[in-house]
């Protein structure tokens, strides 16, 4: 017979891996505490005879319970109010931190900017591509964890990689150089110099911002240099009193806005040749519990 403490130590040695599994899928920390906690429900209560490996049972049942749960807001964003992004995460703090190697691995398959893309595919899809992209799991185990065929999902694989790949844009990963950006970017705001921002932005840069229908935020990206720069600046100029920290979130550099001591905004930037090329502001005050660090 299993004691309650061997099955909470098999869950626990799980619960990174699940986690992972459960916030790439859904894109926000919430939802994936949310599944993770249903998922420990159902070990709990679970036939011991029929769990022969106890990572691939739970992984199914988070990977299952998250499909279930991304077709039920993919209903709800259809009425989401401006564009939709994902909640921000630490990934830079404690004993657990990733080194330069591993955030960029964390890049492809956690930046702001590849969650983004994922919301494109159908469940099935980004169940595929995140068990296999973030987490190497063979073929035939996504199968079994998805009840299907492993030439369905060699399929789905192949459709959801392109999928991906042809609505990526690329950008520069070297944390150096997206600290220094980010940076530079934050003193240019700051500072209110139109020539410094339009020095740091590429030609095409665009500016998403997600306030949710909750608070202030622009209902359709801002695109072009002269228009994000003049939107940034003017924002910032408009704001007293805010303390901003550098953090990191999604692997990245991120700003953290704070008014008041409470979280007002997270800013990430993308960098392709130098320049900034993305930026994305999450000021939904439901996505913003989990970044202070």
Not at 45 to 73: F, H, K, M, N, P
Request: hydrophobic residues 45%; glycine residues 8%; without cysteine.
């Amino acid at each position: 017979m299993t004691s309650g403490n061997d099955l909470l130590d098999a869950f626990e040695e799980q619960r990174s891996t699940l986690t992972g599994v459960a916030y790439r899928m859904l894109g926000r920390a919430a939802d994936a505490e949310d599944v993770v906690q249903e998922a420990w429900l159902r070990w709990s209560g679970a036939d011991r005879a029929e769990v022969r490996d106890a990572r691939g049972y739970l992984v199914r049942i988070t990977t299952r319970l998250a499909i279930d749960r991304l077709r039920q807001s993919q209903a709800r964003r259809e009425s989401y109010v401006g564009p939709w992004l994902p909640e921000p995460v630490l990934t830079g703090f404690g004993p657990e931190a990733p080194d330069s190697e591993q955030r960029a691995v964390l890049a492809d398959t956690v930046s702001v900017a590849v969650l983004v893309v994922l919301e494109s595919l159908s469940p099935l899809e980004r169940a595929v591509f995140v068990l296999r992209e973030a987490f190497g799991f063979p073929y035939q185990e996504i199968a079994v964890t998805l009840g299907r065929s492993e030439a369905a999902v060699r399929q789905l694989a192949g459709r959801a990689r392109r999928h991906v790949e042809e609505r990526r844009r690329r950008f520069d990963v070297d944390p150096a150089q997206r600290r220094a950006l980010t940076e530079r970017f934050l003193a240019a705001a700051t500072g209110g110099s139109l020539a410094e921002m339009l020095e740091l932005l590429a030609p095409d840069v665009r500016l998403t911002s997600d306030g949710g229908g909750r608070i202030r935020a622009a209902l359709r990206p801002v695109e072009s240099a002269d228009k994000v720069a003049r939107f940034v600046l003017g924002v910032a100029g408009g704001v007293t009193g805010a303390e901003v920290r550098l953090i990191e979130a999604n692997a990245g550099p991120a700003l953290l806005v704070l008014m008041d001591g409470r979280v007002d905004s997270v800013v990430s930037l993308e960098i392709r040749e130098g320049r900034v090329a993305e930026i994305y502001v999450v000021r939904n005050p439901d996505k913003l519990g989990n970044v202070l660090p």
